[in-house]
């Protein structure tokens, strides 16, 4: 059973994640599907460490017209698989957890936008050389080197997904570590604790400091 993801209630700004819907929604599927499923799993994966999450899918993944081209010949589209879970994607949509973008427009454009204007992390196994190769040659190093280090690489083993364990993923402060994660990845929780520790050294310097001020006070009385 599917568990319901919600936006997180966390007052401070957390954190984003942005899911390559259909790359991910093909794996799970194992290329044949495009499975909404995996791409529900993969929001509830990251949504659990307390990040925001966000996902771009083509509108034609949902809905498609009957189209040739002008010679008459079938296009690239029309070899695509459909959504398997339209209920399922549309709830994710009205969710805000997926965004669908313009048939005809290039999706990955949508995805790395967003992903750099919030310095997002971007889970994908797409290593993205055709949008590198659409910049400018004088951007294309700067552009390569921004994706190598905000891009995820993962795996799904049947429900499960795994993001690489290679990949030093950031943790909230204000978040748990998931059992999982946190046998595979040690260092968040050293990570967590040394957050903690900080944040209680600097309450109790606030909280010393306002106790002087009340003395001062009461003594120049």
Known sequence: MLTPLRRSSNKKKNKVVVIDGPNVARKHGKKSNFSVRGIHIAHEYFSKMGYETIS????????RKATQSA????????????????????KLVDDGLVVLTPPQDYD???????????NALIVTNDRLWDFIEKQ???????????????????????DTFMPNPDFNIPLLQSSAVPEEESKA?????EENSSSSSSSLRSQSEEDLSSTLQSVNIMNQG
């Open 185 to 189: 990845h040690p260092e968040l929780n």
């Open 56 to 63: 771009f899918v083509p509108e034609h993944y949902v809905s």
């Open 71 to 90: 010679n008459g010949k079938s296009t690239l589209m029309d070899f695509l698989p459909m959504a398997d879970n339209i209920t399922l994607l549309n």
């Open 136 to 158: 400018p040659a004088h951007k294309r190093k700067s552009e390569t080197k921004w994706i190598r280090t905000h891009c995820i690489s993962y795996t799904f083993i049947k």
């Open 108 to 118: 990955d454009s949508y995805m790395i936008q967003y992903a750099k204007l919030h």
